[in-house]
């Protein structure tokens, strides 16, 4: 790729180039992207997806970046932030927000405006799209719960999609099978509720993740999706994996389904780590860990 994309690329959008990729996830690894784009219309996003696909230039778009395993190799493609898409407003009970809004901030305003529904997100580190590009959930409860329809860029076209067009099942959607299909905006339906029993669950779940996550070290949150049979953590537990280090990447003490970057871990070894967690479960419980954390650019 050359100057003369980053020309076209410059008359969409804000464009920044060589950005590390662990600079824009919550892990904190990653290799450089060569392109970082911030559209800031709808009338921009597809003039840039045009571009891109006109040019079979490949991309990705990232939200918070709390979800993500990049590998440490550069991705000579173009990154696209949903950033400057964080309006939103209130209809009734219902919400209505833009992919790039932040899912803690917005249950925080639903709490103030008296509405229930989003307490169960309120400690993530997510944007709007991202929660629902993979139907984060926490406490029994998934997106898929409130999320009445998706504004979606698809096919060269802005269109609302309902729930269940979304083909929402745990920790997955549509949008894992159609990775052309960009999450623009969220309808949420909300319920009445008293502010001051709102703000005292989220506070109670505040207490319980500082007391129970390693909030004080990168991450990508869970890294398994919970086994029907039993609870990740409690299989990784059971093979003694509390605190296993390899390279800069630990299974948290305090929480294992965690893995942390305990110091400057490549993503090499996070995925060693994940690798060996897998096949002992599998050898010890006869149960195949899959793994919650997308992967990117392997």
């Known amino acids: 790729m050359?100057?003369?994309?980053?020309?076209?690329?410059?008359?969409?959008?804000?464009?920044?180039?060589?950005?590390?990729?662990?600079?824009?996830?919550?892990?904190?690894?990653g290799g450089p992207a060569r392109y970082v784009v911030y559209p800031d219309s709808m009338i921009a996003?597809?003039?840039l997806m045009r571009l891109l696909k006109a040019d079979g230039i490949p991309y990705k778009v990232i939200g918070k970046g709390s979800n993500l395993l990049c590998s440490d190799k550069p991705f000579d493609?173009?990154?696209?932030?949903?950033?400057?898409?964080?309006?939103?407003?209130?209809?009734?009970?219902?919400?209505?927000?833009?992919?790039?809004c932040s899912i803690i901030s917005l249950s925080y305003k639903a709490m103030k405006q008296g509405l229930s529904g989003l307490e169960f997100?309120?400690?993530?580190?997510?944007?709007?799209?991202?929660?629902?590009?993979?139907?984060?959930?926490?406490?029994?409860?998934?997106m898929s719960d409130v999320i009445d329809s998706v504004f979606v860029y698809r096919n060269e076209k802005f269109e609302w999609i309902t729930n269940e067009e979304c083909e929402f099942s745990y920790r997955h959607s549509i949008f894992h099978d159609h990775p052309d299909w960009l999450i623009i905006a969220v309808r949420i339906s909300l319920t009445t509720a008293p502010v001051s029993e709102i703000r005292d669950l989220m506070e109670s779940r505040r207490k319980r993740r500082m007391?129970?996550?390693?909030?004080?070290k990168p991450s990508a949150g869970s890294v398994f999706q919970n086994p029907e049979e039993m609870p990740a953590w409690k299989l990784i537990d059971g093979i003694g994996y509390r605190g296993y280090r390899i390279g800069g990447a630990m299974v948290s003490e305090k929480h294992v389904n965690f893995i942390v970057n305990e110091d400057n871990a490549k993503a090499e070894d996070f995925l060693a780590l994940v690798e060996e967690i897998r096949k002992l479960v599998e050898e010890k419980y006869n149960i195949r860990l899959h793994m919650e954390v997308e992967r990117f650019n392997w």
Do not use: H, W
């Not at 180039?17 to 690894?29: E, K, N």
């Not at 997100?121 to 998934?142: D, E, H, K, L, Q």
């Open 2 to 29: 050359s100057d003369e994309l980053f020309e076209k690329l410059s008359r969409i959008a804000e464009v920044e180039c060589d950005v590390p990729l662990s600079a824009m996830t919550t892990l904190r690894i």
């Open 45 to 47: 996003l597809d003039a």
């Open 77 to 100: 493609g173009v990154v696209i932030r949903l950033d400057k898409f964080d309006d939103f407003y209130f209809l009734g009970t219902d919400l209505i927000a833009q992919a790039g």
């Open 121 to 142: 997100v309120s400690g993530i580190p997510a944007s709007v799209g991202g929660v629902t590009f993979m139907n984060a959930g926490a406490y029994r409860s998934s």
């Open 211 to 216: 007391d129970s996550q390693p909030l004080d």
